[in-house]
């Protein structure tokens, strides 16, 4: 018996067109979460009939785009690399396109350029990491907006004089509030609603916290998470450790952690708790504290591949820092581990926290087998805790053919 596209009722054919042609059904999965990922849209369905043409057609025009133009061609790039946003097109197909919502259009008025301009295009949904992307590169280059000049267009791309209902709106300008400081500003088209206008401008000036006031909140909120710990509620301890890296301009996706706004650390803290000290040196202690309290919280769960995971990754980082190699191997032996030595002679900071995190990661890797990782592991956190009675156990419970303190000096 055959079937005919056409027979299924409207209702069903508009769904599978939406599941087809809508930027969720179009967007790819990055290989790697370093990378952006990318879109995909299966435009064969729209070369199927006149009539499949015209009812699919509205499903992809119901999709939000917004158009980004500038003078600086490397612009594309940074924004894809650096702030991992997924880029559906640039060059000429973006140039010509006209189905966007929202056109944004950045330069810098008296400073010279090409008189080439390059757009791209992307969706909705990776507006907010666009203007993440950017307050960020505004922190860690400090004058940066001032020089910048934008200017948002709203429109309906179906009927250019039809008002954007005030959930789009926001949804399209709301996320621009993040960008602060800027040359000079201006939102045009579709009858912008001056409720939404203003929202978005009091947010602009709303200015960023110091980086005092990032300190502290990220001290109060390892202190929350800490207390959580201690009353067993793990997820909230590691929802509180979360929160505190964001406080501090480092984000976690997934096993991915991303350290952001290094330039807006680089001066003394003037004012708080820390008052005297360097912000990027307070920031760095943090940073360890957070991941021992992180590592401590997945242990308390039992969650060993999680513990070790996160446990590896700041010893390699640290490992990397001190003799440059980028192994991923924690199992070698002898002289390899003769940076442990010379790291704890150079007065290393957050020293305690830098042991417990050897220790730590040293009992999720024994519990899942790894023993040659863990012997190592347990005796660089015997060079940093030495006093500490478990940790010292811990060392000496292997045998000699798994030592390498008494081999290095």
Not at 180 to 206: I, M, N, W, Y
Not at 305 to 311: C, P, S, T, V
Not at 324 to 342: C, K, N, P
Not at 384 to 400: F, G, N, Q, T, W
Request: glycine share 6%.
């Amino acid at each position: 018996m055959s079937f005919r596209f056409l027979d299924l009722p409207p209702e069903i054919r508009d769904q599978i067109y939406h599941d087809i042609l809508s930027c969720d059904a179009a967007r790819c999965p990055p290989d790697d979460d370093d990378k952006p990922g990318s879109y995909k849209f299966d435009l064969g369905i729209l070369r199927a009939s006149r009539q499949i043409h015209r009812e699919s057609r509205k499903a992809f025009e119901d999709n939000i785009f917004i158009k980004i133009t500038t003078p600086w061609p490397e612009s594309i790039e940074h924004i894809s690399s650096e702030g991992r946003v997924p880029i559906i097109a640039t060059g000429p197909p973006a140039e010509d396109f006209r189905l966007f919502h929202l056109w944004a259009w950045i330069d810098a008025p008296g400073i010279p350029h090409r008189n080439n301009v390059y757009s791209m295009i992307i969706c909705l949904h990776d507006l907010p990491a666009f203007t993440r992307m950017w307050r960020f590169s505004n922190l860690n280059h400090e004058g940066l907006n001032p020089h910048l000049r934008l200017k948002l267009t709203l429109q309906d791309p179906h009927v250019p004089e039809r008002k954007l209902p005030k959930s789009l709106q926001n949804l399209l300008l709301r996320p621009f509030g993040d960008v602060k400081d800027l040359h000079s500003f201006q939102v045009e088209g579709a009858r912008v609603l001056p409720s939404v206008e203003e929202v978005l401008k009091k947010d602009q000036a709303t200015p960023e916290p110091s980086p005092e006031e990032c300190l502290e909140t990220a001290t109060a909120l390892k202190d929350a998470g800490n207390k959580c710990l201690l009353v067993e509620d793990y997820q909230a301890a590691l929802q509180h450790y979360t929160d505190a890296f964001a406080a501090i301009h480092i984000t976690i996706s997934g096993r991915k952690r991303y350290i952001h706004a290094d330039g807006y650390y680089g001066r003394d803290v003037l004012s708080g708790t820390y008052q005297g000290q360097r912000s990027d040196y307070v920031r760095l202690i943090l940073r360890i504290k957070l991941v021992a309290n992180f590592i401590h919280t997945y242990i308390k769960l039992r969650d060993w591949d999680e513990a070790r995971f996160w446990g590896r990754r700041s010893v390699i980082t640290f490992r990397s820092s001190m003799t440059g190699e980028t192994s991923d191997d924690l199992g070698g032996a002898g002289d390899s581990w003769a940076w442990v030595i010379e790291a704890s002679k150079m007065g290393f900071p957050a020293r305690a926290e830098m042991g417990k995190i050897f220790h730590r990661t040293a009992t999720a890797a024994r519990e899942l087998g790894y023993n040659r990782e863990a012997a190592n592991l347990a005796q660089a956190a015997e060079v940093y805790l030495p006093e500490d009675e478990r940790v010292k156990a811990m060392a000496a419970s292997y045998d000699d053919g798994y030592r390498w303190r008494s081999n290095v000096r």
